[in-house]
């Protein structure tokens, strides 16, 4: 491993927001282009256009014709005029907002405080952001869904509760792979919009419920409501431990009789991540949410019996843990 390497890596992914950011790969969408129409396009300088795509091509994000004059996406920059699975146009955005968070990462280390206002107060003072955030999210959970659904463990539910489901994600994933299913998805008031606009785009708004509720609160609104099974997913991390273990507390007791609650989070295993995305991931929490962090999973797993569940099964997905458990 190249030290100096490793340091400059930020480069690269600078190259890459910047060219999705000033709609370099879109203006290469249509094909071969010289940098004088791109940067027409663009409305930029040619000359800076022509340097950015220098190196692009030099990195292979994009292709260069061999007479150097023109470019164009190839199979790698064409996932940045994508949306859904696997396109990386929101994604891009989303990353970018954290970018320059990151070079602050020694601030939120040595204070312990994240550089970003709670999740509360950005939902009250910018809600664009928080759109466009969910919706990357809704991105990543179409692409991780095909791997959630095999683990099998809403097989059989006739009901199912996304707690806290965002932008709808993962609820419309179960809606498609589980028709026979009747899914809920639960949130606050002003996110609700959101998962809808994402259903009807699915085409899974008449299969989709949408109720408004808050998992912090004692019954998460939802007046006694109960389901086959109830989703906690990529909540639990956005909390400290005694409020991650209230929330699963509360999803729990929505489960009816027989019913199974599922969790899928990024989980630190007994000896501490060693997968360097998860790791890095412990430390985006840190800079991203006050009190952010992932719990171990024999925390969770505990928190899971505690809360009335049986000893929860275990699945191992490219990104996270998947835990399930029934009603004992």
């Known amino acids: 491993m190249d030290a100096y390497q490793e340091l400059t890596l930020y480069q ?46 030099a990195l292979g994000y994009v292709s260069r014709s061999s007479d150097g004059e023109r470019f164009e996406l190839n199979d790698f920059s064409r996932a940045f005029v994508r949306q859904g699975a696997g396109g990386m146009a929101r994604l891009a955005w989303k990353e970018h907002v954290f970018y320059t968070a990151w070079s ?43 791997g959630v659904m095999a683990t099998g463990a809403f097989n059989g539910a006739t009901t199912i509760l996304d707690l806290g489901g965002g ?13 026979g299913s009747r899914v809920t998805l639960a949130d606050l008031p002003k996110i609700l919009p959101i998962a809808k606009g994402h259903m009807e785009r699915m085409g899974v708004a008449d299969r989709v419920e949408l109720v408004a509720a808050d998992l912090q609160k004692d019954d998460c609104g939802l007046g006694g409501r109960t389901f086959d099974c109830v989703f906690l997913s990529h909540v639990l991390h956005d909390f400290d431990a005694p409020a991650a273990c209230a929330i699963l507390a ?14 899928l ?32 999973i024999t925390d969770v797993c505990e928190w899971m019996k505690s809360s009335g569940m049986a000893s929860p099964e275990s699945h191992k997905l490219y990104f996270g843990i998947l835990l399930e458990s029934r009603v004992e």
């Open 12 to 57: 690269k992914s600078a190259v890459l927001m910047a060219a999705a950011e000033l709609g370099l790969f879109t203006a290469l969408a249509a094909g071969s282009t010289t940098p004088s129409e791109a940067a027409q396009r663009m409305s930029a300088p040619v000359d800076t256009v022509t340097r950015l795509l220098a190196a692009l091509a």
């Open 104 to 146: 602050r990462l020694a601030d939120a280390i040595s204070s312990g405080n994240a550089l970003f206002p709670s999740y509360a107060d950005r939902l009250a003072n910018d809600f664009p952001s928080v759109e466009k955030f969910l919706l990357a999210l809704n991105d990543l959970a179409e692409m991780a869904a095909p």
């Open 167 to 179: 932008g709808g994600g993962y609820a419309a994933e179960l809606a498609r792979a589980l028709p």
């Open 250 to 263: 509360r999803g729990a007791r929505l489960v009816r009789a027989g019913g199974k609650l599922v969790i």
């Open 265 to 296: 989070d990024v989980l630190a295993p007994e000896g501490g991540h060693s997968n360097p995305v998860e790791a890095l991931f412990d430390l985006m929490m840190l800079v991203e949410v006050p009190a952010g962090r992932t719990h171990r």
